[in-house]
C-alpha cells in the first residue's frame, strides 16, 4: 500500500555531489522510519542512513560527515544528500520505508532503487 520511487542517481566523479529523493505515495500513514540502503555487487546490502518520524537520524560510520538525509513532509518525500563522494560509495541505492499496522506488526516497503556510480 506504500510505494516509493528514487530518483537522483548516475555518474559522479571522485569528491562530487548527488541529491537521491524517495517520493512516498499510497497509504503512508503511520511510517515509523524511512532510511537509504545500498548495495555493491559482490557484497551485502547495507544502511546508509536512517530518520525516524520523530526526526532522529543514523548514519553508517563510512558516510557520516559526508551524507545528510533528510525529510519535507508535505512532499512525503526523503533525500540523501552526498557530499565527497568516493568510489567506494558506487552502488544501486534503495529506499526504505517502514509502517505500523493495526496487527502489531511493520511492513516493511522497497523502491527499485538508483544507481550511483563515482568514478574517474
Known amino acids: 500500500q506504500v510505494q516509493l520511487v528514487e530518483s537522483g542517481g548516475g555518474l559522479v566523479q571522485p569528491g562530487g555531489s548527488l541529491r537521491l529523493s524517495c517520493a512516498a505515495s499510497?497509504?503512508?500513514?503511520?511510517?515509523?522510519?524511512m532510511a537509504w540502503y545500498r548495495q555493491a555487487p559482490g557484497k551485502e546490502r547495507e544502511l546508509v542512513a536512517a530518520?525516524?518520524?520523530?526526526?532522529?537520524?543514523n548514519y553508517a560510520d563510512s558516510v557520516k560527515g559526508r551524507f545528510t538525509i533528510s525529510r519535507d513532509n508535505a512532499k512525503n518525500t526523503v533525500y540523501l544528500q552526498m557530499n565527497s563522494l568516493k568510489p567506494e560509495d558506487t552502488a544501486v541505492y534503495r529506499c526504505?520505508?517502514?509502517?505500523?499496522?493495526?496487527?502489531?506488526?511493520?511492513?516493511?516497503?522497497w523502491g527499485r532503487g538508483t544507481q550511483v556510480t563515482v568514478s574517474s
Open positions: 526504505n520505508a517502514v509502517q505500523s499496522r493495526v496487527s502489531g506488526l511493520n511492513a516493511s516497503y
Open positions: 499510497g497509504f503512508i500513514s503511520n511510517i515509523n522510519a
Open positions: 530518520i525516524t518520524s520523530g526526526g532522529t537520524t
